[in-house]
């Protein structure tokens, strides 16, 4: 009796342990599960952290809340109206979730600031970005560039401060002698980003077209709303492919 029980136990402790299920955005598979992206819990809640936790309670107490690197099972209200896995993800449900608790419900990335398309290239991995990457004047005017997902500079069209203090003293866009370093690393802060904006000849609509491409994307009206389709860092190739249509790309 006693070695049955052991086997029963056994059998029974992988359901233990919760994983993400339902509800995949801002995940990614290690090989073995799906696990939470840094990205996925880098924003602020726009509520309490607290209240978020009292809205959006944990699955399993032991596992707690979506963590970067980590599998357990998002909060259920963050995407459905059902009581247990597997359910349906609820459209409404997930879209107040983003708007109030993005991070308790890791879900993050789906947010506007790190809701946008990375370079087709990047010279890093975009997905295992950290948060000290994202603070690191040594990786912070790549990552704009390349993977400004990760980091939530989709609204920063390409062009971040590298060094994350300079806005606490503007006063140093005017300093002589300071010149050399706000140009490099106070950027934005200081007005020194270069133009944003491009010609007709590089990619922008020449009224020659009679229909285009669909957009691939769903968010292709906010990102052109923030210069996606006009955005030097972005090749005209990679508009046309997220966002023919809302940028007009022939």
């Known amino acids: 009796m006693i070695a049955l029980?052991?086997?029963?136990l056994a059998l029974l402790a992988p359901l233990a342990?919760?994983?993400i299920s339902g509800e995949l955005n801002c995940t990614t598979y290690n090989g073995t599960s799906f696990v939470y992206t840094p990205a996925a819990v880098a924003c602020s809640n726009a509520i309490s952290d607290s209240s978020c936790a009292v809205l959006y309670p944990a699955p399993d107490a032991t596992a707690?809340?979506?963590?970067a690197g980590t599998d357990a099972e998002r909060p259920l209200a963050c995407y459905t109206t059902a009581t247990a896995t597997p359910a349906a993800v609820v459209p409404d449900m997930r879209a107040a979730a983003l708007k109030n608790c993005a991070k308790t419900c890791g879900l993050c990335c789906k947010t506007d600031a790190y809701d946008c398309p990375n370079v087709q290239f990047p010279r890093l991995n975009c997905q295992t970005i950290t948060n000290a990457q994202c603070m690191s004047s040594q990786w912070r005017t790549i990552i704009a560039v390349d993977c400004p997902s990760a980091c939530g500079f989709c609204n920063q069209g390409g062009c971040v401060d590298a060094v994350v203090d300079c806005a606490n003293d503007r006063s140093v866009c005017g300093a002589v002698g300071m010149q050399d370093f706000v140009n490099t690393?106070?950027?934005?802060t200081c007005n020194r980003c270069a133009s944003s904006t491009t010609a007709a000849s590089s990619g922008t609509a020449t009224g020659t077209c009679t229909s285009y491409i669909a957009d691939s994307s769903t968010s292709c009206r906010s990102w052109a709303a923030n210069g996606f389709c006009t955005?030097?860092?972005y090749t005209v190739a990679q508009r046309r492919s997220y966002c023919a249509t809302s940028c007009r790309l022939c």
């Open 231 to 233: 955005n030097t860092f």
């Open 185 to 188: 690393y106070c950027q934005r």
């Open 64 to 67: 707690g809340w979506p963590a």
């Open 17 to 19: 342990n919760a994983a």
């Open 5 to 8: 029980f052991s086997v029963l």
